[in-house]
């Protein structure tokens, strides 16, 4: 597979906009206006050399396993002008839209030169992001004051958690708002979200791990019981725990005129670390990658990492995942960082996962939903113990008596089968197209077994 010149030209933007945020931080107070950095010429935005269309892998940077000084160099002076080839704005931005950033690069694309319609039409969509960063947060705030009003401890999980560690927080795209309790906090919790108003639409019976909770005009609420989708139940249960310690000794952090409970550095990047992983088999987009970006900026030096976070990161099966994705960070996205724990990197492996990325989009948006439907029915293959789960849980979620009578689980396992089977009918699809979906879906297997992901 190789990357689109639309792709290739996100990934551009987006590492110009890195470059153009840590000028402007790093700048003194009496340096010059423009963020631009040094060398630019005529005061655009200037970006590593251009990747090379029809390359069978990323060729932003050189490929292979490198040492810690061929993987973290000084960063080399941006010398070549950002610019959009003819009638290829388009496509970039709905490539932005898809890995849901578009509201990241305003700055770089502000420098791109283009018409005065692309321009104002790009304003928009960045602006309706805006919009809904905001209705989120007034959302999220109103909620929380409640929580601290009945002596709940509660934490922030990404969303607002992870925009704190951006240099412009409402540029990161919001979804819904994920909060998180102490386990014996949680029907209290519960009762307080029912007597706001809110109605409870994700039954726990279907989903243990969180309630889902809706209210005319705000975005979805998620309370969670837990946090971890590790399969591996130690794994989890380290994970889980974690989180569960340091909700008492959450910060309440100003993020743009909003109070967000924030986890302490270590147990919030382990937060970032796992949502990464968790949507590796589904839809892994750009968005989870800059909030796992914008953290280790912040936060993940080398002490934090020797101190504490790599023990962590190795207890969740997620350590190999840390290091790549810091990597590919490093290499194609714009992180600049004097850390090295990260050096070892297989860069070959960063290259493979950035394709993976720019491939599916944020929570699957790119795949096709018949084929993203077969690979998730091949994935649960990879394991009698997955298969299981797969049919298990699928089952409950279809079948209504399943999740009232636990003596149901086989025959909910049966249900699914048949509800497979008539989605894969229903898609009618042609033999050439299940083979390529079921080769896909080995290399996508092929890949996190490589990461050593903890979900497939």
Request: net charge negative; proline share 7%.
């Amino acid at each position: 597979m190789e990357l689109s010149a639309a792709e290739e030209y996100a990934i551009r933007i987006i590492t110009a906009e890195s470059a153009l945020q840590h000028a402007k931080r790093d700048e003194a107070p009496t340096a010059r206006a423009s963020a631009s950095p040094a060398g630019a010429p005529d005061g655009k935005v200037s970006c590593p050399t251009p990747v090379v269309p029809g390359a069978s892998h990323p060729t932003l940077a050189p490929g292979g396993t490198a040492t810690p000084e061929a993987n973290c160099p000084t960063p080399a002076p941006l010398t070549v002008a950002l610019s959009i080839p003819d009638d290829l704005w388009p496509a970039v931005r709905a490539e932005l839209e898809a890995q849901s950033v578009i509201g990241y690069p305003a700055n770089a694309v502000e420098s791109l030169g283009l018409s005065p319609a692309d321009q104002a039409e790009y304003l928009a969509r960045a602006g309706k992001n805006l919009s809904g960063w905001y209705r989120l947060m007034m959302a999220q705030d109103s909620v929380l004051a409640e929580f601290r009003q009945a002596g709940i401890p509660v934490a922030v999980l990404k969303g607002a958690a992870a925009a704190a560690n951006y240099p412009q927080p409402n540029s990161r795209s919001m979804g819904d708002i994920d909060l998180i309790v102490p386990p014996d906090h949680f029907e209290q919790a519960f009762s307080l979200m029912e007597r706001l108003g809110w109605e409870n639409d994700i039954e726990l019976e279907i989903n243990p791990r969180h309630a889902g909770f809706k209210k005319a005009g705000c975005p979805e609420i998620e309370l969670h019981r837990y946090f971890s989708t590790c399969t591996n139940k130690q794994q989890a249960h380290f994970l889980d725990q974690a989180i569960y310690d340091a909700i008492p000794r959450a910060e309440w952090t100003d993020v743009v005129g909003f109070s967000v409970p924030v986890l302490p550095p270590l147990e919030n990047g382990l937060v970032l670390l796992a949502h990464v992983n968790q949507h590796l088999g589904s839809g892994l987009g750009l968005r989870q990658i800059l909030d796992w970006q914008m953290f280790v900026d912040a936060h993940l030096t080398d002490e934090l990492w020797e101190r504490g976070f790599q023990h962590a990161a190795q207890q969740i099966g997620m350590e190999k995942l840390a290091v790549t994705t810091t990597w590919l960070c490093r290499t194609y996205l714009g992180l600049q960082t004097s850390a090295t724990w990260f050096g070892e990197a297989d860069a070959q492996l960063a290259s493979d996962l950035l394709l993976y990325i720019m491939q599916r989009g944020n929570m699957g948006r790119k795949m096709e939903r018949g084929a993203q439907a077969t690979r998730t029915v091949l994935h649960s293959f990879r394991s009698p113990a997955a298969l299981v789960r797969y049919l298990y849980e699928g089952g409950r979620a279809h079948w209504a008596p399943a999740r009232k009578h636990a003596w149901l689980a086989p025959a909910a396992c049966l249900y699914q089968v048949g509800h497979v089977i008539r989605k894969g009918l229903s898609r009618n699809a042609s033999m050439s197209e299940l083979v390529t979906d079921a080769r896909t879906a080995q290399e996508d297997i092929d890949l996190l077994k490589r990461l050593e992901v903890t979900r497939m």
